[in-house]
């Protein structure tokens, strides 16, 4: 509907109206247009944080406590926002000597009183649906950055077109904070595997790593998806959805007497050959994944014969 139409039914002036809609999509119940708004739904769809923090919540503990894993001493990271972004910050509060960089208040919140966890926060305005600071702000306070790995989420993620998000503006800066990484892991539980949504963030030829849990056997899409985010070097590290991962949020060791179950649960999908570099990439810090250029020729032409099909 119009603002115009809005006014007009509620009875009330067009600025009043324009004040409530944007209100409301920061609540995730509309999307604002130019001169209008629309109801969410199919690509524009994203609920709000208070929606989103009881979906999947044994999941996203599992895939947590495995990305975790990923991180070492002394790492400075890019974290991005989101629910599962969240859990994994509450995790990575036991690492010394981390740098955490990110647009989350609730990432920033987890790490607060963590004492040996450095946290630097980018600029920007907030984003009250999902707690993240975006806009152009954001994405200033990006530039020159230089990092081993970002952590990110998102609203959806195929091997077509990668991870993609419902919002522009969460989109325009989770894109800068893969630009500021060397290596990109993204947190995906199985029900995004397959989902498609509006914005594009993370093209699958620059994310290294899928950190995801383990689907049920009768979801087809999410198995197939799988399949073909490693076709295209992907790296698939999958995490128990029962047991270990998902009761080991307290940080109990696990048999080993030092490491988490969820990282004895781990299970890497073999690469079928080489990654290319990250945009923008030092000439000190690479993907782990890159294995060399020698067959870089060949596994462009592979992937390039793949998307054909």
Do not use: C, W
Request: charged share 20%; no cysteine; hydrophobic share 40%.
């Amino acid at each position: 509907m119009s603002l115009r139409e809005l006014a007009r039914v509620v009875q009330t002036s067009e600025v009043t109206v324009r004040r409530d809609v944007r209100a409301l999509e920061a609540e995730g119940l509309l999307d604002r247009r130019h001169g209008g708004a629309v109801l969410p739904g199919g690509f524009t769809r994203e609920s709000g944080f208070p929606q989103k923090s009881h979906l999947a919540t044994a999941e996203k503990t599992a895939i947590a406590d495995l990305a975790a894993s990923f991180v070492e001493e002394g790492e400075a990271i890019v974290v991005g926002a989101g629910t599962t972004t969240q859990e994994l910050a509450r995790r990575l509060a036991r690492v010394p000597g981390l740098t955490v960089v990110t647009n989350s208040l609730l990432v920033a919140q987890a790490l607060a009183h963590a004492n040996r966890v450095e946290v630097v926060m980018t600029g920007g305005t907030l984003r009250g649906s999902n707690y993240a600071l975006v806009g152009s702000g954001a994405e200033q306070s990006l530039q020159g950055l230089r990092v081993s790995k970002a952590f990110l989420s998102g609203s959806g993620l195929t091997a077509e077109r990668g991870l993609s998000t419902s919002n522009m503006l969460s989109a325009s800066v989770d894109r800068a904070l893969v630009q500021a990484a060397a290596e990109v892991v993204v947190l995906a539980d199985h029900s995004k595997l397959g989902t498609d949504t509006m914005f594009q963030t993370v093209p699958t030829d620059v994310i290294t790593r899928l950190v995801t849990d383990e689907s049920p056997g009768h979801d087809d899409r999410a198995a197939t998806e799988l399949q073909a985010l490693a076709d295209q070097g992907v790296q698939i590290a999958v995490a128990g959805s029962s047991g270990g991962g998902a009761a080991n949020s307290s940080g109990t060791p696990g048999a080993s007497g030092g490491e988490p179950v969820a990282r004895q649960q781990r299970r890497d999908v073999p690469l079928p050959g080489p990654r290319r570099q990250v945009p923008g990439a030092g000439a000190g810090l690479r993907p782990a994944s890159a294995l060399g250029e020698q067959n870089g020729g060949v596994e462009r032409a592979r992937v390039a014969d793949l998307r054909r099909r």
